[in-house]
Every structure is written in structure tokens, then in C-alpha cells.
């Protein structure tokens, strides 16, 4: 599997409109417009942050995985993205080498991407994505 980069962090809102102001007003990063991914019951926003970005996270529902990953943990860093060369090999890799995945393939994210997650269990608690973006 080759990591490029990463790609972005994942930051968990309740409203994107109420919370980018921190990012574009006290940071200055430029806000890019939303985007949502109704399959994922979300809602996205990215502000780039030199080959990476920050994102944002509403969710557009209240059973979707921001949704609850608010209720339990409150807003914050919801999950970190590398982008990869190839998601698919890397998947497989990662099945090979007996790591826990929530997404056995890859689906359809924000932008264009495709993306899988690993699971929290295998990563010491942290929510992984890998995306790959052509």
C-alpha cells in the first residue's frame, strides 16, 4: 500500500454555517462550499489547508454516523484521511495483514472520491479513512 498523504481531518459539527466561521475568519482558510452525501446521511464542507484540507462534518440525519459520533463524543475530530495510490490494494492488504475493516470495498465519498473506513477497534480508537481521488 503506498500512503500519498493526508489527504484530510475529519471534524464533527452540529452546523456547519454556525462553526466555519473559526476556520475562514480566525484561520483564513477559504471556505469551498458544501456538498452532501446523502448514503452517508451527511453533509461535508472542505477548506483547503495547503495539499491537504480540513472537513467538516453535519449530519443530515439524526441515526447517521456524525449524528452519533456527536451524541457520544461531542463535536471535534471525527476521523483522519490518507489518501492512497490504489484504495482497492490497499484494502486488500489490510485484509491480508488481518486489520479490521468496516468497509470491505469502496464506496462513493465526497468530491469524487472513493473511500473506505477501518474500524476504531483495529487503530486504537482512531477512525481511519483511506481515499483515493484520480
Known amino acids: 500500500m503506498k500512503i500519498l498523504k493526508i489527504d484530510h481531518l475529519g471534524i464533527a459539527v452540529s452546523s456547519i454555517d454556525e462553526k466555519k466561521n473559526f476556520w475562514t475568519d480566525a484561520l483564513g482558510l477559504t471556505f469551498e462550499g458544501t456538498e452532501t452525501v446523502e448514503a452517508q446521511?451527511?453533509?461535508?464542507?472542505?477548506?483547503p489547508v495547503g495539499e491537504s484540507e480540513v472537513e467538516l462534518l453535519e449530519s443530515t440525519a439524526d441515526d447517521g454516523?456524525?449524528?452519533?459520533?456527536i451524541e457520544k463524543k461531542g463535536e471535534g475530530i471525527q476521523h483522519v484521511a490518507f489518501r492512497v495510490e490504489n484504495i482497492d490494494e490497499a484494502l486488500e492488504e489490510l485484509?491480508?495483514?488481518g486489520i479490521q475493516l468496516i468497509d470491505q470495498t469502496p464506496r462513493q465519498g465526497a468530491g469524487?472520491?472513493?473511500?473506505?473506513f477501518l474500524h476504531p477497534k483495529a487503530t486504537s480508537g482512531v477512525l481511519v479513512e483511506l481515499c483515493e481521488r484520480k
Do not use: S
Open 95 to 97: 485484509k491480508a495483514k
Open 112 to 116: 469524487g472520491a472513493r473511500i473506505a
Open 41 to 47: 446521511k451527511v453533509t461535508t464542507a472542505f477548506l
Open 65 to 69: 454516523p456524525v449524528a452519533k459520533y
